[in-house]
């Protein structure tokens, strides 16, 4: 069992910035992926970025969705089970609900979400 509670979405105007928090608990084992969805009100639920963590062994690997590519930064906490999500200039079209999910075995785990809204 896994619970990810996300943090740092608001409000804020286009070319501002905003830090996204997903903290991991429970059974956190490595390797897992951990990332973040979006969805805007209307439209379907699209893919921002993702981070696979091997537990050290490796350097990891992250990806990234094309909208957000060269904007967004996504990271890992080096001592706890926690990612961000940088978001440089933000856009208004980046306004949605941000969700963190975890992955490991073939499990997936959901955030509630934390709504980001930028403004023009």
């Known amino acids: 069992q896994v619970q990810l509670v996300e943090s740092g979405g608001g409000l804020v105007q286009a070319g501002g910035s905003l830090r996204l928090s997903c903290a991991a608990s429970?059974?956190?084992?490595?390797?897992?992926?951990m990332g973040w969805y979006r969805q805007a009100p209307g439209k379907e639920r699209e893919f921002v970025a993702s981070?696979?963590?091997?537990?050290?062994?490796?350097?990891?690997?992250?990806n990234y969705a094309d909208p957000v590519k060269g904007r967004f930064t996504i990271s890992r906490d080096n001592y706890k089970d926690t990612v961000y999500l940088q978001m440089n200039s933000l856009k208004p079209e980046d306004t949605a609900v941000y969700s963190c999910?975890?992955?490991?075995?073939?499990?997936?785990?959901w955030g509630q979400g934390t709504q980001v809204t930028v403004s023009s």
């Open positions: 999910y975890f992955r490991r075995l073939g499990n997936d785990y």
């Open positions: 429970g059974r956190t084992l490595s390797p897992y992926v």
């Open positions: 981070l696979r963590w091997s537990g050290g062994r490796s350097g990891g690997s992250t």
